[in-house]
């Protein structure tokens, strides 16, 4: 059983560059999130899907963008990254929103 | 806004210790809590989840308690191990929209054998 998987672990990017972080859970869950997470700050929501077809911003949206695929799948996309940007990302799953949340191993990027 | 402590930041203790980590949090009109583990270089695993009307859970060695009106949880961990070292986060799930949930900032734990 795989849970939560993120794709890639690394990366390292070009200030302007832009990249997409995949994401995808097996565990039949309705609801999908994305957080980043920067020293000194917890974890910080991104952006989130309730269920297939929607997603809505969360605390920094600013920057990103996101696609519910199907079920599975939640993608994070930085058009034209900037250094702030660079952290670790997470993402996470749960049966519905407001339920036990389980995460992935994160995607851990900077941008130069 | 919300915001969630969690004090100490990091804290060392003796194997075998009962230990106890705090959570506490400023708007008491919250919806769950719930608690995670992380290790280094790794994602969240999640290990108990509290809803508001609870007072505590329990998993094991693992208990975690609920006090809405002083604005605090307790992850209480008997008998520690090494196995135990790690951060560990709560996290607060406030009514009126998931894009409320506020996470702290963990505590730090070492077991020492």
């Known amino acids: 059983n795989a849970g939560v998987t993120q794709t890639p672990k690394f990366q390292v990017l070009k200030t302007g560059q832009s990249m997409t972080l995949q994401c995808a859970q097996d565990?039949?869950?309705?609801?999908m999130y994305w957080y980043r997470q920067d020293p000194g700050m917890g974890l910080r929501l991104i952006y989130y899907s309730a269920s297939e077809g929607t997603t809505d911003k969360g605390e920094v949206p600013n920057g990103y963008n996101v696609s519910r695929l199907n079920k599975r799948e939640f993608s994070l996309r930085l058009e034209s990254a900037a250094p702030s940007q660079t952290s670790v990302y997470f993402c996470?799953?749960?049966?519905?929103?407001?339920?036990?949340?389980?995460f992935g191993q994160g995607t851990r990027l900077t941008v130069v | 806004k919300q915001e969630v402590t969690q004090i100490p930041a990091a804290l060392s203790v003796p194997e075998g210790e009962n230990l106890v980590l705090n959570c506490s949090f400023t708007?008491?009109?919250?919806?769950?809590l719930q608690w995670f583990r992380q290790d280094p270089g790794k994602g969240l695993t999640s290990l108990l989840l509290i809803q508001s009307s609870q007072r505590e859970q329990t998993s094991g060695r693992l208990n975690a308690s609920l006090d809405k009106s002083s604005g605090r949880s307790t992850l209480y961990i008997a008998a520690s191990q090494p196995g135990d070292s790690a951060t560990y986060l709560c996290?607060?799930?406030?009514?009126?929209?998931?894009?409320?949930?506020?996470f702290g900032t963990g505590t730090k734990l070492q077991v020492i054998p």
């Open positions: 996470a799953s749960s049966v519905r929103l407001n339920t036990e949340a389980f």
């Open positions: 565990m039949n869950h309705n609801s």
């Open positions: 996290a607060v799930g406030y009514s009126g929209g998931y894009q409320k949930v506020t």
């Open positions: 708007d008491s009109a919250i919806y769950n």
